[in-house]
């Protein structure tokens, strides 16, 4: 069985990060995306660390949840810090094995690659966690409004972008469904070479774009049977309110920016 990806889902609570208006959880984790970046030696990296470290504190999602959900990415981490080890000169050799040889720049550059990947993914993924498909989609409404004035569609990318979202953990589900279906069948998705392993997998995409373009139909179908015309006009059941711990989790992201700005140096 396929382990089941944890972003895209969300999980009920009354953390204080459930609490916060989806404006300044998108507007945080968007800006956080951009200020990983301005981290460049252990100190930076260690109070990148230390917030993402309390945010999932403050979330109120189990550890263990979250860990389980990243299992599919470590991969990817996996193979990203590999390739810098092998491929990055510098700074003298710490291990020779054969045609592998480890330099100190590899060691390092693939030891923070990794570590800026796993919080970018970990403060993705508290996002979709803590802020509910709707509360999302109307989050991202609102701070895309302003751009309507030039005949940006803010309501329909803000729907777009949800659904999306939304739809990461079913058909991952779907996919596990056709797997196990298969495997029922005779097929073997283990044995034999890398390329001989990739085609082995043709069956299993033919039916998930077909389940995919099957969902989605009647997902239109649906929205148009409740009279679905798009944003305008449309009211909400739950209104939007900005609150003294929205301007903190940004003034916290400033300061962040600041000390980041100053470990630079």
Same mark, same amino acid.
């Given at each position: 069985?396929?382990? +089941?990806?944890?972003?895209?889902?969300?999980?009920?609570?009354?953390?204080?990060?459930? @609490?916060?208006?989806?404006?300044?959880? &998108?507007?945080?984790?968007?800006?956080? =995306?951009?200020?990983?970046?301005?981290? +460049?030696?252990?100190?930076?990296?260690?109070?990148?660390?230390?917030?993402?470290? &309390?945010?999932?504190?403050?979330?109120?999602?189990?550890?263990?949840?979250?860990? @389980?959900?990243?299992?599919?990415?470590? #991969?990817?981490?996996?193979?990203?810090?590999?390739?810098?080890?092998?491929? *990055?000169?510098?700074?003298?050799?710490?291990?020779?094995?054969?045609?592998?040889?480890?330099?100190?720049?590899?060691?390092?550059? %693939?030891?923070? !690659? /990794?570590?800026? $990947?796993?919080?970018?993914?970990?403060?993705?993924?508290?996002?979709?966690?803590?802020? /509910?498909?709707?509360?999302?989609?109307?989050?991202?409404?609102?701070?895309?409004?302003?751009?309507?004035?030039?005949?940006?569609?803010?309501?329909?990318?803000?729907?777009? =972008?949800?659904?999306?979202?939304?739809?990461?953990?079913?058909?991952?589900?779907?996919?596990?469904?056709? !797997?196990?279906?298969? @495997?029922?069948?005779?097929?073997?998705?283990?044995?034999?070479?890398? #390329?001989?392993?990739?085609? /082995? #997998?043709?069956?299993?995409?033919?039916?998930? $774009?077909?389940?995919? $373009?099957?969902?989605?139909?009647?997902?239109?179908?649906? =929205?148009?049977?409740?009279?679905?015309?798009?944003? @305008?006009?449309? *009211?909400?059941?739950?209104?939007?309110?900005?609150?003294? %711990?929205?301007?903190?989790?940004?003034?916290?992201? %400033?300061?962040?920016?600041?000390?980041?700005?100053?470990?630079? +140096?």
């Amino acid at each position: 069985m396929i382990q +089941n990806p944890i972003l895209g889902q969300y999980v009920p609570g009354d953390s204080p990060l459930h @609490r916060l208006d989806p404006r300044a959880k &998108l507007l945080f984790v968007f800006c956080f =995306m951009v200020v990983v970046f301005l981290a +460049n030696n252990g100190a930076s990296y260690g109070l990148l660390a230390g917030v993402t470290v &309390l945010a999932v504190g403050l979330s109120g999602v189990p550890v263990w949840m979250i860990l @389980r959900g990243l299992k599919p990415i470590l #991969y990817l981490i996996l193979l990203t810090a590999i390739l810098h080890l092998w491929l *990055t000169r510098g700074g003298g050799v710490i291990l020779e094995w054969g045609p592998f040889i480890i330099h100190r720049n590899g060691a390092l550059q %693939a030891g923070w !690659i /990794s570590l800026r $990947f796993l919080i970018l993914i970990l403060m993705g993924t508290l996002l979709t966690l803590t802020t /509910s498909p709707i509360a999302l989609t109307d989050g991202l409404e609102r701070l895309l409004s302003p751009l309507t004035r030039i005949g940006v569609p803010a309501h329909e990318l803000a729907l777009m =972008m949800s659904i999306a979202l939304r739809f990461i953990p079913t058909l991952w589900e779907e996919t596990d469904k056709i !797997i196990k279906a298969q @495997r029922a069948r005779g097929a073997d998705f283990e044995s034999g070479g890398l #390329y001989k392993r990739a085609k /082995s #997998y043709l069956p299993v995409l033919i039916p998930l $774009f077909i389940s995919s $373009f099957r969902r989605a139909e009647d997902l239109a179908l649906a =929205m148009e049977a409740r009279g679905y015309r798009g944003g @305008r006009g449309r *009211t909400r059941i739950r209104e939007l309110h900005w609150g003294r %711990a929205d301007t903190v989790s940004l003034l916290i992201l %400033a300061l962040l920016t600041v000390g980041l700005l100053w470990l630079r +140096n």
